[in-house]
């Protein structure tokens, strides 16, 4: 029988934070297809989110071949959790109803795995919410001594995750060699929201397309 992972606070927050989101009107009045994906980094975190909300996970090696298979199946049809804590491992996912996709820490791949990840959302074309939970103390660091050193990829990642102003430009920036800005309610990331760009309907379920922010979790205490 496997250890129950010890959580970390930070895992703890993030947790909760995910149930809190989940909880909210817009999501709970979906139907049962709407399914949740939780991206982390390391199987350890793996481990200890699926414990905290109670669904499965998937990496690498969290089983054999034809177990991962079943994981995916099972969370498809929705017969155990509709969340999925998975690590980079997992691929080919093609379910149109992911409505939800978070990232637990700095994105590992940079811009452009995580540019694949949130496309997972709202293929059904009625939108979705993306997040990424940042440990307290997290900061860029491509802006800082040595940084130069860092891919472009994970550059990027920074400027997105770091944007005093609108998230997508830095993101845009790399991925299609011009950078954009949020233009409409459809792509509207926090800091547009913010700056009142674009109006309130954003706030309502119905128009609550793919939106990227990143909230900081507020430190936990012990
Ligand atoms: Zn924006």
């Known amino acids: 029988m496997k250890d129950i992972p010890k959580s970390t606070t930070f895992e703890l927050a993030v947790a909760v934070h995910i149930q ?11 139907g049962d297809r709407t399914r949740v994906l939780v991206y982390v980094r390391m199987r350890s975190q793996a481990d200890a989110l699926a414990e905290a909300l109670g669904c499965a996970r998937y990496y690498s090696d969290s089983g054999t071949e034809e177990e991962k298979a079943e994981v995916l199946t099972r969370w498809i049809e929705g017969r155990r959790s509709r969340i999925l804590v998975a690590t980079s491992a997992l691929a080919g996912v093609d379910y149109r109803h992911v409505r939800v996709a978070f990232h637990v820490g700095e994105p590992g791949g940079g811009a452009i795995d995580y540019a694949q990840d949130v496309g997972r959302v709202g293929r059904d074309g009625q939108g979705g919410l993306c997040a990424v939970f940042l440990p307290p103390r997290w900061q860029a660091t491509y802006n800082r001594e040595g940084g130069e050193l860092l891919s472009e990829n994970t550059k990027a990642m920074q400027r997105f995750l770091d944007s005093p102003r609108c998230r997508m430009v830095p993101l845009s920036e790399y991925l299609d060699g011009r950078g954009q800005s ?6 509207a990331c926090d800091r547009c929201r913010l700056m009142g760009l674009p109006s309130n309907s954003i706030l309502r379920h119905e128009s609550l397309l793919t939106s990227l922010y990143s909230p900081h979790i507020p430190p936990y205490s012990t």
Do not use: G, P, S
């Open 20 to 30: 809190a989101t989940l909880r909210q009107a817009w999501f709970t009045q979906e």
């Open 182 to 187: 949020c233009k409409n309610e459809a792509t």
